[in-house]
């Protein structure tokens, strides 16, 4: 793919945009055989890929520069920063937003943060979009609630001149550190979440719970779960970090309970609502730590699906599930190395299915969706 910026050397994130996309997935695919070297495989599926270019979501943005003229980007480096506005990972509905962000940040005085010298208040904005239509939600996030005066007098007119722009929130980062939210979330606009639909399954999108960023390659990743799934006789399924529910919400069907496990209570909420949307009333989904949960069961079902963050599920939950050996796990991963790691420790299942799918194109990650069945 082409981008001027990584060939000016503006920015260097996407590693290997030089490189066309079947030679990206051929090095990504020997990647994760090696990671499985000396463990069986019954089935490799062809990797699953979405578009090249104008795939992701979500824009997060450090802003930078000065209060009449902020730009949008990396943080500065040499004293340098870098306007990434006209990223292609975007897509073209993006650029407007940032364009008119310009000037209403002038105009609300939200002076940018400077790292260097610790003053400022604007450190990011966060821009989501719903595929479903289009709707945005936008988050500032501060260092205090000392301009939210300002920036909820200059709102109208933004929002006067951008409908799209259904949730806006302000999210309060008082420390000094390289994490990019804080706990505080100051709704702006009466609805807190925006709609989302893949393969039909409504979905929420909203401040502080994880959503995947290329809506494409999830939504062939939460079917191809589904297909799996539904070849299964399956009356139960724990969905283990379930985040706001994709996988679990996909799979279930109104005969089937689904218990879903998530840290995040914002979305577990989430879940719940889509859940019912769905018409499933054998749900039970909880903010709870997925370890904490599991360990604390006496029985368990006949399918479990984790979906971990890039640490993988851990010795803890590892060691539970190779004692209580439900039929089936399904292990989705976006870090094939510890999804490897915690694999070798289940002793007792054989690999039955592996397929790759292309979520972080132009870079060295990838997801995985695994299919390990008991032995007998
Ligand atoms: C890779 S995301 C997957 C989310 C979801 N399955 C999806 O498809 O969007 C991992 C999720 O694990 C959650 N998480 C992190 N630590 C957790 C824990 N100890 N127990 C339960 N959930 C946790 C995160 O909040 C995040 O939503
Ligand atoms: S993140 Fe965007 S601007 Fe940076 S190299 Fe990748 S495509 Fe180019």
């Not at 910026?5 to 990206?24: F, N």
């Not at 994760?32 to 019954?42: E, F, I, N, S």
């Not at 939210?148 to 309060?172: D, H, K, T």
């Not at 069907?253 to 499933?280: F, N, V």
Request: proline fraction near 7%.
């Amino acid at each position: 793919m082409q981008c001027a910026l990584y060939d000016a050397g503006r920015c260097r994130s996407c590693t290997w945009v030089e490189q066309p996309i079947a030679g990206q997935l051929s090095t990504k695919m020997t990647d994760l055989r090696q990671l499985l070297t000396g463990m069986a495989v019954d089935e490799w599926r062809e990797p699953v890929s979405g578009p090249e270019a104008g795939f992701r979501n979500k824009a997060k943005m450090v802003v930078s520069g000065s209060v009449e003229r902020p730009i949008f980007g990396t943080a500065p480096r040499d004293g340098q920063a870098q306007d990434l506005t006209d990223c292609p990972l975007y897509p073209a509905s993006f650029p407007p937003v940032f364009n008119a962000l310009k000037p209403f940040i002038a105009r609300a005085g939200l002076t940018p943060y400077n790292v260097a010298r610790r003053r400022g208040e604007l450190k990011y904005i966060l821009l989501t979009e719903s595929q479903q239509d289009g709707a945005m939600m936008l988050r500032f996030v501060l260092r205090s609630e000392a301009k939210l005066a300002q920036l909820r007098a200059a709102l109208p007119a933004l929002q006067a001149q951008l409908p799209q722009l259904r949730v806006i929130s302000v999210n309060i980062q008082p420390v000094h550190m390289a994490i990019m939210e804080g706990e505080q979330e100051i709704f702006l606009t009466d609805q807190q979440a925006l709609a989302e639909n893949f393969n039909g399954v409504p979905l929420w999108i909203r401040p502080q719970s994880f959503f995947q960023t290329n809506p494409s390659v999830a939504s062939q990743l939460y079917a191809c779960a589904r297909e799996w799934v539904r070849e299964l006789p399956v009356n139960h399924m724990w969905d283990l970090f379930c985040g706001v529910g994709g996988f679990g919400l996909h799979c279930a069907t109104p005969q089937m309970t689904l218990t879903g496990i998530e840290i995040a209570p914002e979305a577990i909420a989430c879940a719940r609502q889509s859940a019912r949307a769905l018409g499933l009333t054998r749900h039970y989904f909880q903010a709870l730590d997925s370890t904490n949960f599991a360990t604390a069961q006496a029985s368990i079902p006949e399918l479990v699906l984790v979906n971990p963050p890039r640490r993988g599920i851990g010795e803890a939950l590892c060691d539970y599930l190779g004692r209580m050996a439900p039929d089936w796990i399904i292990y989705s991963s976006c870090n094939a190395a510890t999804m490897a790691k915690d694999i070798r420790c289940l002793s007792g299942y054989r690999i039955r299915r592996v397929q790759l799918f292309d979520m972080f194109p132009h870079t060295a990650h990838y997801e995985v969706l695994t299919l390990l069945e008991k032995e007998n």
